[in-house]
C-alpha cells in the first residue's frame, strides 16, 4: 500500500499532485496536460479544473471520496477551499441558480464509457441531498432517482466499449421551488438506439431489460410470456454475450419492477410492459423462407405466441408481415393494391414493428415518469445533459466589444454545415431528404442515388470524402465512415400505415395507447424522417440550453480495458485534443473568467455597499463601476462590456496573492450573509431553547407544587443539566460507559450515619445514578496523591422512593433496598425531575416522592463504636429563621431548622429571564478571572469554582459546552480586560452563592491541604493575534475575538488552503487541537 493510501484524501499536508487546476500549469500543449492528469490519476485524484470547467477521469473503481462527509464538505465552499470534484460543481450549479435566480445547465461531454452517466447521477443526488423539502419533495426526490434504473434498464446495454452504456440520449431538468426544494422534473430523450432491438453486433448484448427479465421471471411469467434461454431468441442469440460481469441481472430484474412502482405505474401497467417486451422477443422468432420469389412464414408454430402476447390475430399479423397495402396514383386516380413482400422486405417490416414497439414503449416510461413529477409552474431548473457536447464560447467578447487575444481553436461550424445546411450547397442531411421525398415504395436504389448526389453536391468538401460503400466525414474527432445501405429507408422512419392499423387493432388498450396516430390525417403532406425530427429536437435542445448558465464537465476514458490504474497514453492524448483541452486553458487564460449581466452583478453584491443595497438607483453601468470601486479592483483587472462586465481569470494569480480581486468580491460577500444568517440563526435557537426551557422548569416545578416550599432563586432558574463539565474531566468519566449520556452532574453534599458532611459528585444517566468521591491512595506509586473513587453505582430500577421536607431546605433522600443516602443539592428540583422522568422510562412506574418534615433513611451495615450497627436514623425539619438550613445532629437524628420559602403553590414565570444572553455570552471567557478565590484544593478546583462559573452562565442557551469554560487557559487579550465586566456580576447570589460559600468552610478540606504545586515553567511557544473576531463554524474549530493572543503548539499548511492554519491548544476543551479556520489569513503572528 502505497503512503498516500493511508491517509484521507483531504486529510491535511497531504501530498499535492500535479496542478489541480490546468490553467496553472505552466506550459501548456497536449503532453502537459496529459502527464497532469495521469500524474493525477495514479493518486486516484481523478478530477481537475480548467478554470470552472471539469475534468473527470474514469477510475474504473469506486473511490472513497463520493460519502455525506464529502457532501457536507463541499456544501457552500467556495472552488478554491478543497479540491476539485463533482460535488463541487454540483454545488456551484444549485447555488447559483438560487443566487441568481437563474436557470442552470451541466453539460457532460466525452466518449462511451468516459463516465457521463456516472458523473450525471453524482451531480443529481447532491442536488437532491443538498436541498431541503418536506415529504412531498422527497416524493418527487425519490422519482427523479429511481428514474435511472427504470430507464437505463430499458435505454442502456453492455457494448464493446461500456458494460453499462446509455443508447439514449437525455437531458434531465430538476425544477425548484422558490424555496430551492426540487417539486418537479422533466426528462427529454433523444435518439434511441432502435437498431439494437433487432441485432447487436459481437461481444455486446440487446437492451438490459431482456435478459433481466429471462433471469428474473416467476415461475407463472415464464409459462404465460414463453421465457426461456437466451439462445432461444433470434434478438438475443446473434452475438453470443449474454452476461455482463459484475452484474445481476435477475437482481437488477426486481429493482426495475421497484422502480417502476416508484415512479408510478400500476401493477396492470408494469404487467402490460413486461408482456411487450416479451412479444417483442418473440416477434423476432418468426422467420421467412422464399417461396416462388415471395416471403412465407416459415413456421406458423411461431407465430402463436407473438400474436397471443401482442393481442392481435394471427393471420392479420402473418399477412401484415408478407405483404403490404400500397396506394398508387394512376393519372388523377389513387388505387390501392396489395403487394406481396420477398423476404428481405418481409423481415425489415417484422424488425420495423420491433423497433416501433420498444421505442415507443421506451417512450410511454419516459413519460410515465414525466407525468409523475411535472407541474404546472416552472420557477427555476437545473438540467444534467449527458449527451455529446455543445459549446459556445469567444464570440462573446465579440458581441460585447470586449479587447482580447482571440485564442485559435478548431471549429467545427464547417463539418456542422457539411452534414446540416440548408441551402448552397446543401448539406448531406438536405439531399438526404430529397433522396427520400422521391423514394418510390420500395427504397430499392435509393441509396445509391443518395451517393451519387452528395458525390454532386458536396465531394468537394474538405470534410468529405467517399469510399465504395458509402462516404466519410472528417469530424473533429476523427473520420466515420458511414455504409449507406438502408440509409434512405431508415431516414424515411415510416411505420407502413398497414402496420399500425395492425397494432391499432390489438385487444390490449396498453398497445393500443401505444399507436395514437390518426392515418387519415396524416396522409397529407411530406412525411417527416428521422433526420429532420432529430434536427428539430437538437434545436429545441439548443435553445433550452441558450436559456441557462452553463457548466461543463468533459469526461476522459482512460483505457479500453475497463481496469482501473490503466493508463494508455496515447488514447487520452487523443481525447485530450479533441475535448479542445488545450484551447479552454488558453482561453481561461488569456480571457475573462467571470462575465455577467450588470442587473446580476448589481444583483448579487447589492450587500456590499450602502448604495446599492437593496437596489442601486442609476445607471446600471455606474452602479457595477461602484461596486468594483468599492473594493478597489484594478482598472486592468476587468473590462465592461455592453451589457456584460468581465473580470479576469483569478486563477492564474491564486497561488501568489491571497486573495484575488474578484474572491474578494465574494468573499465580501459571504461574510455579510453569513453574519446576517448567523443573527438569524441565533434568534431562533434562543427561541427554542426559551420554549424548552421554560417547559423543562414547569415539568419539574410540578413534582414540588403544594408539596414543598421553594427557593427564592430556584423557581426561574434555567437548567444546565452538568454543572461539572464531565466532558473536561476524564477522571470523572471513567466511571461512567462509553456511550452512556450524563443527564446531570453535580457536586453534592452527602450526609453519613454520623451526620458528617463530605462531598459527592452525584452523576445521573439513563441508567444509573454515580457517586463519586475522593481517597488519598494508600499504595504504590502514587502514594498520598488525591483520587477519584466510585462510591456508589445504583441502577435507577432500584431506587425505591425519594424522600424530602416540606420546608425550602436541599436535603432529600434516595430510598433503596439495602441502605439510602441523604444528600443536599441546591439543583435537586431538576434532579428530581430528571430522575424521576428516568427512572419512568426503565420502569414503566411513577417514582414515589414523599414529603414529610419527619424523615427516616437507613444506614449501611458494618463500621464499629455507638453508630456500628445498621438500623434508621431520623431527620428532623422545624421551621426557623433565614434561608440557611441549621443542622443540629444529636445522636440518631440531625435536627435541620430553616425560614419560610416561597409557598408551595409557587411556579415559575412564563418570562425570559435570560435577556442578558447576547452581552454574557460574549463576555464569558474572562468570567473566571473574578470568579473567586482558589485556593487550590482538589474539590475546590473544580467544585466552587465551576459552580460559580456555572451558575453566571445559566442563561446561556448553548448550555451543554458551558461548565467548560472554566477550563479555559487565561487569556492574555489586553482588548478583554478593558471591558467593563460589572454586568456579569450575579445580583444576589441566591442558594448557589451560599453553597460556593460553605464548600469552602466544609472540612476537612479535600487534598488535605496539600501545597498546590507550583505551576511548570513552560517553553514560550510563538503566538498569534487575531485581526478579526471569528465564530467557530465547527466542533474542531476556535472561536476568538479581535485581538485575541493565541499559543500556536503547532503548525502547518492546510491542504490546498490559501492561507496559514494554525493548530492551537484549546481554550475550551482540553488539549484538543483547534483550527483556527475561515479566517485564516486574520491572524499574525506576532512573537515567537
Ligand atoms: N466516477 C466513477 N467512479 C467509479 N467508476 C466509474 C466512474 N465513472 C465511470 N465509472 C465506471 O465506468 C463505467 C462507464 O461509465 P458511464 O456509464 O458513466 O459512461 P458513459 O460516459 O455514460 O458512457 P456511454 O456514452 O457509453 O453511456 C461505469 O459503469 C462505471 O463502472
Ligand atoms: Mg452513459
Redesign the pocket.
Known amino acids: 500500500m502505497g503512503s498516500k493510501e493511508r491517509y484521507h484524501w483531504l486529510a491535511q499536508d497531504v501530498k499535492v499532485s500535479g496542478v489541480d487546476d490546468m490553467v496553472l500549469l505552466s506550459k501548456i500543449n497536449e503532453d502537459t496536460i496529459t502527464e497532469n492528469l495521469k500524474k493525477r490519476y495514479m493518486d486516484d485524484y ?1 478530477f481537475t479544473y480548467i478554470g470552472p470547467v471539469l475534468i ?1 477521469v ?6 472513497p471520496y463520493f460519502t455525506d462527509r464529502e457532501v457536507d464538505l463541499y456544501q457552500g465552499a467556495a472552488q478554491y477551499e478543497n479540491p476539485p470534484h463533482v460535488y463541487a460543481l454540483a454545488d456551484d450549479v444549485y447555488r447559483n441558480m438560487m443566487i441568481d435566480c437563474e436557470n442552470q445547465c451541466v453539460i457532460i461531454s ?10 450525471a447521477k ?1 451531480i443529481m443526488s447532491y442536488v437532491s441531498k443538498v436541498s431541503g423539502g418536506g415529504d412531498k419533495v422527497q416524493h418527487v426526490k425519490d422519482i427523479i432517482l429511481q428514474s435511472n434504473p427504470l430507464l437505463e434498464a430499458f435505454g ?1 446495454a453492455k ?1 464493446v ?6 443508447r439514449f440520449g437525455k437531458y434531465f431538468e430538476i425544477q425548484f421551488g422558490r424555496g430551492g426544494a426540487p417539486d418537479g422534473g422533466k426528462i427529454s430523450n433523444f435518439l434511441l438506439e432502435k437498431s439494437r432491438v433487432v441485432s447487436q453486433n459481437p461481444g455486446e448484448r440487446n437492451f438490459h431489460i431482456y435478459y433481466q427479465l429471462l433471469e428474473g421471471a416467476s415461475g407463472e411469467q415464464r409459462e404465460n410470456l414463453g421465457v426461456t434461454i437466451p439462445d432461444y431468441y433470434n434478438y438475443l442469440n446473434q452475438s453470443g454475450t449474454f452476461t455482463v460481469e459484475d452484474v445481476n441481472d435477475k437482481k437488477e430484474f426486481s429493482d426495475t419492477l421497484g422502480a417502476m412502482s416508484v415512479v408510478g405505474l400500476s401493477m396492470e401497467d408494469r404487467d402490460s410492459v413486461i408482456q411487450l417486451v416479451a412479444g417483442i422477443l418473440h416477434l423476432g422468432n418468426i422467420n421467412f423462407r422464399e417461396e416462388n420469389n415471395f416471403a412465407v412464414v416459415e413456421s406458423a408454430d411461431f407465430l402463436a405466441f407473438p400474436s397471443f402476447l401482442l393481442g392481435i390475430p394471427q393471420d392479420a399479423l402473418c399477412s401484415k408481415l408478407t405483404s403490404r397495402i400500397m396506394d398508387s396514383k394512376w393519372g388523377g386516380k389513387s388505387e390501392s393494391i396489395s403487394v406481396t413482400l420477398n423476404t428481405e422486405q418481409a423481415c425489415f417490416t417484422r424488425d420495423a414493428l420491433a423497433k416501433a414497439l420498444y421505442s415507443r414503449l421506451f417512450d410511454f416510461l419516459v413519460d410515465c415518469v414525466n407525468r409523475a413529477i411535472q407541474k404546472d409552474r416552472e420557477d427555476f431548473n437545473i438540467g444534467v445533459l ?1 449527451i455529446y457536447g455543445f459549446e459556445i464560447f469567444q464570440e462573446e467578447y465579440v458581441q460585447e466589444g470586449i479587447k482580447w487575444t482571440p485564442i485559435e481553436y478548431f471549429n467545427n461550424k464547417v463539418v456542422c454545415d457539411l452534414i446540416e445546411s440548408k441551402l448552397n450547397p446543401p448539406g448531406i442531411m438536405s439531399v438526404l431528404d430529397d433522396v427520400c421525398a422521391t423514394m418510390h415504395a420500395k427504397g430499392d436504389g435509393a441509396d445509391q442515388t443518395l451517393l451519387q448526389k452528395l458525390q454532386g453536391q458536396v465531394g468537394s468538401h474538405q470534410h468529405f470524402s467517399s469510399w465504395n460503400k458509402g462516404f466519410v466525414v472528417h469530424h473533429y474527432a476523427g473520420k466515420v465512415s458511414y455504409d449507406v445501405s438502408g440509409f434512405c429507408e431508415r431516414n424515411r422512419d415510416v411505420l407502413f400505415n398497414d402496420i399500425i392499423e395492425l397494432m391499432q387493432g390489438s385487444e390490449f388498450p396498453f398497445i393500443r395507447a401505444l399507436f395514437p396516430e390518426n392515418l387519415e390525417a396524416d396522409k397529407r403532406g411530406r412525411p417527416t424522417t428521422a433526420g429532420s425530427k432529430i434536427k428539430k429536437q437538437a434545436n429545441t435542445l439548443v435553445q433550452t440550453l441558450m436559456r441557462c448558465t452553463p457548466h461543463y464537465v468533459r ?1 476522459i ?1 482512460p483505457n479500453e480495458t ?1 481496469r482501473p490504474r490503466d493508463w494508455e497514453e496515447s488514447r487520452v492524448r487523443h481525447q485530450v485534443e479533441y475535448l479542445g483541452l488545450r484551447e479552454n486553458i488558453r482561453v481561461r487564460r488569456a480571457g475573462y473568467a467571470y462575465r455577467r449581466l450588470f442587473s446580476k452583478f448589481l444583483q448579487r453584491y447589492a450587500v456590499l455597499t450602502k448604495e446599492t443595497w437593496p437596489t442601486w438607483q442609476g445607471d446600471e453601468r455606474q452602479g457595477v463601476l461602484h461596486l468594483l470601486k468599492s473594493v478597489n479592483m484594478d482598472q486592468d483587472e476587468f473590462q465592461l462590456g455592453k451589457t456584460k462586465v468581465f473580470v479576469k481569470a483569478p486563477e492564474s494569480v491564486r497561488r501568489h496573492a491571497a486573495t484575488t480581486q474578484l474572491f474578494l468580491l465574494e468573499e465580501m460577500r459571504e461574510r455579510k450573509y453569513n453574519g446576517y444568517a448567523r443573527l438569524i440563526q441565533k434568534a431562533w435557537r434562543k427561541h427554542v431553547a426559551v420554549r424548552k426551557y421554560v417547559k423543562m422548569r414547569e415539568e419539574a416545578s410540578d413534582i414540588l407544587l403544594n408539596k414543598k416550599e421553594r427557593r427564592q432563586n430556584s423557581l426561574n432558574r434555567n437548567f444546565v443539566g452538568d454543572y461539572i463539565g464531565t466532558d473536561v474531566h476524564p477522571e470523572i468519566r471513567q466511571f461512567v460507559g462509553r456511550r452512556e449520556r450524563i443527564d446531570f452532574a453535580d457536586v453534592v453534599i452527602k450526609f453519613d450515619r454520623r451526620f458528617r458532611m463530605v462531598k459527592r459528585d452525584l452523576i445521573l444517566t439513563p441508567k444509573f445514578l454515580y457517586l463519586i468521591g475522593r481517597e488519598k491512595v494508600k499504595q504504590g506509586p502514587d502514594k498520598g496523591q488525591i483520587q477519584e473513587v466510585l462510591k456508589r453505582k445504583v441502577e435507577l430500577a432500584n431506587i425505591q422512593s425519594v424522600s424530602l421536607s416540606a420546608l425550602q431546605d436541599d436535603i432529600f433522600i434516595v430510598h433503596q433496598q439495602d441502605y439510602d443516602s441523604v444528600l443536599q443539592s441546591v439543583f435537586k428540583t431538576e434532579f428530581l425531575s430528571l430522575l424521576v422522568k428516568r427512572h419512568h422510562e426503565k420502569t414503566q412506574s411513577n417514582l414515589p416522592l414523599k414529603f414529610n418534615n419527619l424523615l427516616e433513611f437507613k444506614v449501611k451495615k458494618g463500621g464499629w463504636g455507638p453508630f456500628s450497627s445498621s438500623g434508621s436514623r431520623q431527620i428532623q425539619f422545624q421551621l426557623g429563621q433565614g434561608d440557611e438550613a441549621v443542622l443540629k445532629p444529636s445522636g440518631k437524628v440531625l435536627r435541620v431548622s430553616i425560614g419560610p420559602g416561597l409557598p408551595k403553590s409557587s411556579r415559575p414565570t412564563r418570562r425570559d429571564n435570560r435577556k442578558s444572553f447576547y452581552r454574557e455570552n460574549r463576555a464569558a471567557p474572562t468570567a473566571q478571572n473574578d470568579s473567586g478565590p482558589h485556593n487550590g484544593g482538589v474539590g475546590t478546583r473544580r467544585g466552587s469554582s465551576s459552580r460559580g462559573a456555572s451558575l453566571r452562565q445559566q442563561s446561556n442557551m448553548e448550555q451543554p459546552s458551558l461548565p467548560r469554560l472554566q477550563n479555559r487557559h487565561r487569556r492574555n487579550s489586553g482588548h478583554a480586560q478593558h471591558v467593563d465586566m460589572g454586568f456579569m456580576n450575579v445580583p444576589d447570589q441566591g442558594a448557589a452563592g451560599l453553597q460556593r460559600r460553605r464548600s469552602k468552610e466544609l472540612k476537612p478540606v479535600p487534598g488535605a491541604g496539600r501545597p498546590k504545586p507550583a505551576p511548570k515553567s513552560k517553553p514560550r511557544s510563538p503566538q498569534c493575534r487575531a485581526l478579526y473576531a471569528y465564530d467557530a463554524q465547527d466542533t474542531d474549530e476556535l472561536s476568538f475575538n479581535m485581538d485575541d493572543v493565541i499559543e500556536i503548539l503547532t503548525e502547518g499548511l492546510s491542504f490546498r488552503s490559501v492561507g496559514l492554519v494554525v493548530w492551537t491548544p484549546s481554550r475550551t476543551r482540553g488539549n484538543v487541537p483547534r483550527k483556527l479556520r475561515g479566517e485564516d489569513l486574520d491572524v499574525e503572528v506576532i512573537a515567537n
Do not use: H, W
Open positions: 481523478i473527470s474514469n477510475p474504473f473503481k469506486q473511490l466525452g466518449e462511451s464509457g468516459a463516465g457521463k452517466t456516472v458523473a453524482y442502456n457494448t466499449r461500456n458494460n453499462n452504456s446509455s449527458d469526461c476514458k475497463k
